[in-house]
């Protein structure tokens, strides 16, 4: 079985991000809130995790990355 595809939408705990990354866990949230590391998907409570596809985009020009700007809503919903 082939684990190509499905490998991109693993989602990586944080010490595994840190072993793959060699960033320590500060530098991490550091990057994460400068725009400069792929942020964390939120899996409930506290829990977070990061897409192993946003990790390897990362890992491929770590003085390069920028995150995508998330959308933000702006509250008008659907509402008439």
Known sequence: MSTGH???HR??????VEER????RSTIY???QA???????PLGGRLVGWRVADIE???ESPARYRAPVPARDNGEGDAP
């Open 11 to 16: 989602i990586l705990r944080r010490r595994q």
């Open 21 to 24: 990354t060699g960033l320590s």
């Open 57 to 59: 985009q990362f890992l």
């Open 35 to 41: 725009g400069t590391f792929p942020l964390a998907v």
């Open 30 to 32: 550091r990057r994460m």
């Open 6 to 8: 499905s490998d991109a």
